[in-house]
């Protein structure tokens, strides 16, 4: 246990491979030490070295198959990967051992909607929405769920109403689907934004990645394909987001979009 505690605070102290040699001497010293393993993991994680945080994920569900925050982080690991069935699983069991996290699941939203589950996709998103009346993510993903397996109209007229959301130019975003705002007038205010703003980046990557989202399922294909290549340039503030946004992108280049494919 002390060498988990000086781990968490190489951590804590901005050095991370000192915190995962910390880690790995645990685990040499107690190969179960299911702390170590957590810790390791959610660092080499944050690093962005996948194959061996998602090797300590697995280990540790092997030794503690109810461990909860494992359950989730590989999760997001696999929803991060495209690994879409077993990020459904991850987190369909972590709502089953927490199930007051449910309503807020938006990740298994997204999970469901890249699975090609539109219906889940749907049902999910509004219960994020009634838990978050201010998200305008959850109406956008309920509308592309919606678009994807009835058209766009019919998403248009079942777009989830939303209160202010906080950060710029969400609610802007809304309203392109809605209908009330061209999307060429939202890029142009985002243009107009003061460069440098603390919020903007991750405001830039939303209006580019979720007008990507739009103009692929209203069928143009080219206009989607610019835009994701300009998000994926970008950074969000949930690195999830990021990682979807490059991971689209070169399932697209692999694959070119169809104009009007959905």
């Avoid at 980046?201 to 300009?230: C, I, K, M, P, W």
Wanted: charged share 25%; hydrophobic share 40%; glycine share 6%.
């Amino acid at each position: 246990m002390e060498q988990v505690k000086q781990g968490n605070q190489a951590f804590r102290e901005g050095d991370r491979e000192r915190a995962i040699a910390v880690f790995t001497k645990a685990l040499e010293t107690c190969p179960t030490n299911v702390m170590a393993l957590y810790n390791r993991g959610r660092v080499s994680d944050n690093l962005g070295r996948y194959t061996n945080a998602m090797a300590d994920y697995n280990r540790l569900l092997t030794l503690s198959p109810k461990n909860i925050g494992a359950t989730q982080l590989r999760g997001a690991l696999h929803l991060r990967l495209g690994e879409f069935p077993a990020a459904i699983a991850d987190f369909d069991r972590y709502c089953e051992l927490s199930p007051k996290a449910e309503p807020r699941h938006w990740q298994r939203g997204l999970a469901y909607y890249l699975a090609g589950r539109y219906p889940d996709a749907q049902r999910q998103f509004t219960r994020c929405l009634q838990s978050n009346s201010n998200d305008v993510e959850n109406a956008i993903w309920h509308f592309l769920s919606v678009a994807k397996t009835n058209g766009v109209e019919k998403a248009r007229a079942a777009l989830l109403p939303v209160g202010h959301d906080r950060r710029p130019l969400l609610n802007d975003v809304h309203d392109v689907y809605a209908g009330k705002l061209d999307a060429d007038a939202l890029l142009k205010k985002l243009e107009g934004v003061v460069a440098g703003h603390p919020e903007m980046e991750d405001s830039r990557f939303s209006v580019h990645y979720y007008l990507a989202q739009y103009f692929e399922v209203t069928g143009n294909a080219q206009r989607s394909l610019a835009l994701l290549s300009q998000a994926a340039q970008l950074k969000s503030v949930d690195s999830i987001m990021t990682d979807l946004a490059k991971l689209q992108l070169k399932q697209r280049m692999a694959k070119p979009a169809r104009p009007g494919a959905g």
